[in-house]
């Protein structure tokens, strides 16, 4: 029992870093630079906004979503 246990236990870690992004969103406009400094950190996941709230459109967001392209974050 115990030794299966473990056997499940090494198999899960194998994936754990296999699968997982550091990631983060905003809702705020982010310069090219910051978002630099942010993939550099090891950030590869960028989710923006595109809608806000009232049901408008958000060129932040989409501004965003180009700044993260540029620098290197990829569309998956």
């Known amino acids: 029992m115990k030794k299966s246990l473990l056997t499940l236990i090494l198999f899960f870690q194998c994936f754990q870093n296999t699968f997982s992004l550091k990631g983060f969103d905003s ?3 982010l310069s ?8 550099k950190e090891g950030y590869y996941l960028f989710i923006g906004r595109v809608y806000k709230s009232t049901q408008f459109i958000d060129q932040d967001g ?14 998956n």
């Open 27 to 29: 809702s705020q406009l």
């Open 32 to 39: 090219k630079n910051l978002f630099n400094c942010i993939f």
């Open 62 to 75: 989409f501004q965003n979503i180009k700044n993260a392209r540029y620098i290197g974050f990829k569309k």
